[in-house]
């Protein structure tokens, strides 16, 4: 595998029905690298959750995958509202997510849970007004 490979994603924030592409090429990517099925998992969710979010609250935003030697990092960041409590947030079943959302069967407040749940380290900077950046890592098997 090679260190140090980089994957760049646009997330639409204008187009529901693309929500959830770039976590499908990724999937795709980290396959064709030989990755173990469940790394492969838990990143695929980690990063659905996070494209989810973005066009749910942000209008979209960028995604960026790396894949090292030791880990896979995602870096997802979005000129959204922000997140006012990121504690209140991190809450299972807490969220700001339309009723309009809702009837889609999203924003059932489970998007944030799920992104720490599959990912060994998660670290989220947000300041309301301005955006957000969660970083994400996921470590590879030895």
């Given at each position: ?23 499908v090429?990724?999937?795709?990517d ?5 990755l ?27 995604a960026?995958?790396?894949v ?54 998660m ?10 950046r969660i ?8």
């Amino acid at each position: 595998m090679s260190e140090g490979l980089s994957f760049h994603f646009d997330v639409d924030g204008e187009d529901f029905t693309s929500a959830g592409q770039a976590s499908v090429q990724v999937k795709k990517d980290l396959r064709r690298l030989g990755l173990d099925p469940e790394t492969i998992r838990r990143v695929s969710i980690a990063m659905y959750e996070g494209e989810i979010n973005m066009v749910i609250h942000a209008g979209g935003g960028h995604a960026e995958v790396r894949v090292e030697e030791d880990a896979i990092y995602i870096i997802l960041e979005d000129k959204g509202p922000g997140i006012a409590d990121i504690e209140q947030a991190m809450q299972a079943g807490f969220s700001t997510a339309p009723d309009t959302i809702r009837s889609l069967g999203f924003g059932a407040g489970m998007g944030l849970p799920n992104m720490k749940r599959y990912t060994d380290d998660m670290d989220i900077q947000s300041t309301v007004g301005v955006g957000t950046r969660i970083t994400m890592r996921v470590d590879l098997p030895r």
